[in-house]
């Protein structure tokens, strides 16, 4: 039963830093690169101001430089997709 409840720890981990994976080649894998020089570090921004960034980048309201490259990037991501990167972004410290 242990090693039943271990493996799905693992597994739901698994697929929770999965979802980051796409940000990372850009922000590193620790969110604390500046992407492609021209970005902010968002590792532990706070999870309501990476949910606005990302919902506004997916609507075209929130971007600097990069908003042509991150409206391509967010416009797969549901609201729930979102969230869970929000979180995944706050944690990162």
Known sequence: MKKVVLGTMIAAASLMAASFAPCAGCHGADGKKKA???????????????????????????????????????????????????KQIAAMK
Request: proline share 0%; net charge positive; aromatic share 6%.
């Open 36 to 86: 492609l020089g021209k970005s902010q570090v968002i590792a532990g921004w706070d999870t309501a101001k990476t949910e606005a960034a990302l919902k506004g980048y997916k609507d075209g309201s929130y971007g600097g430089a990069m908003k042509g490259v991150m409206k391509g990037q967010v416009a797969r991501l549901s609201d729930a997709d979102i969230a869970d990167l929000a």
